[in-house]
């Protein structure tokens, strides 16, 4: 494979032209009026996901049976469908639905944890002795003294009820300590999310062997990908050594609780991961031999270098197809640094490999309030002509909200544990019309999972399609326009540098074609003194298009457009 401009030997698979449009499945569609959308819901969407948006793969958050305490991240059985979402033979029909029309489908796969409920846990924390103790992470109370000034205050009972200290000072994602006690056996498990989701150890054989058995029973039922949650969290200091305290002040996010304190060298991210991705990869590529298979790893490193290394090797072996690359979500949004981010990107990846842009998923908040509404249409405008492949958030292509939802009707456990981090605002229903429900139920449901957003009545999709300058019709074109044009879905990238301050501008190009994206991130108009002559295939704005003399053009404020160079060499 190359990124370079050789379309005529390079064979492109689906991964890297297309674009991947995630589903929220409790969010997305409710046949049955639980309330709660479903896989049958998925099914009748289809030709809205294909024919209307024009996306090439869907990904399907985790529908696996579960106590849904994480909603769904929970597993209790990797290789089976929860009721409340259909069946088997539901997802079955999903599968041949969404391939008949060409779509592919990806799934979660949750490596890291299962749920507290998942027999294996019940059996592991049953005795001391049960052949599956060691299938979870357990340790010892820790007798000695243990590092001063880092350990939070546990509630977990660090000193309370006799067990001693806690074994380390590694803390959960979701707040409060990592270690859980378990009375009936005396020892302590780790779970680096909620006590209910244990992780599972990797270091033992066993458990690789049944994961990587559920991996192929979905690879036998005929998915197409696989999104690894938490991919490198898999695997950690085989010592337990506790983190050290965090250094620096942390330069992506504000930090959530006591879980940024400390720098996590030591509960994720272990070398011996690798060797875990190798043998995916392994397995996938075995299977790509009817139809190319892909993975998507959900890692959170913002080291670029660190991050290239879940690509894996030629040399050592590949293993991700594509580690999600979260930096826009956490980069400012102003031209340059938007701009920093991606030419970092550019200059971190291997040359075999492939980039990838996220700009919203399930946990993080919604575009059109992220980043102000007047700016979704130049952020949907840049996700979706970035060298690499995009990964769409449902809903985004109506300009959905954040949604407050009051604190009585809270459900994420993020947000409960951590005020603040709740994740149930960008999870609300999608708003499908102005039917009772907003279309995501029918009438008969009382209530849908999640309150549906305060202006659900005028912004869903029935409405959209109606209007030619909708969020909706603009997303429309620019998927058609990425499309089209091979320069935007697999074409170089190189970015213009004698451009105002304001402004984000970069080439994409291929033999014989050159197309100029220029987007302006400020509220205020700008003059860009581009070269020649050239098409406008598409602005945000929606209200211009074809010819232009390029000597002195002036991008509208909140405005991004889409050029085709005419005599491109
Ligand atoms: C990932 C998921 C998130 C989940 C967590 C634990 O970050 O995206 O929704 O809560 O893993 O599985």
């Keep these: ?49 294909h024919d209307t948006l024009g996306v090439d793969a869907i990904w399907l958050s985790p529908f696996y049976p579960s106590p849904m305490k994480d909603f769904g991240y929970d597993v209790a059985d990797y290789c089976d469908v929860d009721p409340m979402f259909g069946t088997l033979a539901d997802f079955d029909d999903l599968v041949a639905e969404a391939h008949q029309r060409g779509i592919r489908v990806i799934v979660d796969w949750v490596p890291n944890h299962s749920s507290d409920q998942h027999p294996w846990f019940i059996e592991s924390r049953s005795s001391r002795e049960n052949p599956k103790r060691d299938w979870y992470v357990w340790a010892d109370a820790n007798h000695l003294p243990t590092r001063d000034g880092v350990l939070p205050p546990s509630p977990a009972g660090r000193g309370a009820g006799g067990e001693g200290n806690l074994p380390n000072n590694w803390l959960s994602v979701f707040g ?58 898999i695997m950690k200091d085989p010592k337990m050594r506790d983190n050290p305290p965090a250094q620096e002040e942390l330069a992506f996010h504000r930090p959530h609780g006591d ?18 991705y190798r043998r995916f990869r392994a397995m996938l590529d075995e299977y790509s031999a009817s139809a190319p298979r892909m993975a998507v790893g959900e890692i959170h490193i913002f080291d670029w270098a660190e991050w290239a290394t879940y690509y894996g090797t030629p040399e050592a072996g590949f293993e991700f197809h594509l580690p999600f690359n979260f930096s826009l979500l956490k980069t400012p949004w102003q031209a340059q640094a938007v701009r920093r981010a991606v030419d970092e990107l550019e200059d971190a990846i291997p040359p075999w490999a492939w980039p990838n842009y996220v700009l919203g998923n399930h946990d993080e908040g919604r575009i059109a309030t992220r980043f ?41 456990p993020f947000g409960l544990r951590v005020p ?23 009438e008969e449901c009382a209530a849908p999972w999640l309150p549906l957003a305060n202006d659900w009545r005028h912004t869903h999709v029935a409405a959209q399609l109606e209007d030619a300058t909708s969020m909706l019709s603009f997303y429309r074109q620019l998927l058609a326009i990425r499309k089209e044009y091979s320069a935007l879905h697999r074409g170089s990238y190189a970015p213009l540098n004698e451009v105002p301050n304001g402004c984000f501008v970069y080439q ?43 000597s002195s053009f002036i991008l509208r404020e909140n405005e991004g457009v889409i050029i085709q160079m005419q005599n491109a060499k």
């Design 1 to 49: 494979m190359t990124t370079n401009l050789q379309p005529s030997t390079t064979n492109y698979r689906w991964w890297q032209t297309g674009v991947i449009y995630q589903i929220y499945p409790r969010s997305y569609k409710d046949t049955t009026g639980s309330g709660i959308g479903d896989l049958c819901g998925i099914i009748a969407q289809l030709d809205y996901i």
């Design 176 to 233: 409060g300590s990592a270690w859980e006690w378990d009375k009936a056996t005396g020892q302590y498990y780790l779970h680096s999310f909620l006590k209910e989701q244990p992780d599972l150890n990797w270091r033992n054989p066993e458990v690789q062997a049944v994961m990587f058995d559920t991996v192929r029973f979905w690879l036998e039922r005929g998915v197409d990908g696989f999104r690894v949650d938490v991919a490198h969290f």
């Design 259 to 276: 879980y940024d304190s400390l720098h996590h060298e030591h509960d994720k991210g272990h070398p011996d991961t690798h060797r875990i």
């Design 372 to 412: 102000s509404v007047e700016q979704a249409r130049v952020a949907a405008m840049l996700l979706l002509t970035l060298r690499g492949t995009p990964t769409l958030y449902y809903g985004e292509e109506i300009g959905m909200t954040d949604v407050e939802i009051p604190p009585e009707q809270q459900l994420d």
């Design 420 to 442: 603040g981090w709740g994740r149930d605002r960008c999870r609300t229903p999608m708003q499908w019309s102005a039917q009772p429900n907003a279309g995501f139920a029918p």
């Design 508 to 550: 994409r190009a291929e033999i014989g074609e050159t197309i100029t994206v220029a987007l302006n991130f400020e509220p205020a108009p700008q003059r860009l003194l581009l070269q020649g002559d050239g098409k406008i295939l598409l602005s945000t704005h929606l209200d211009r298009a074809g010819a232009e003399n390029l």
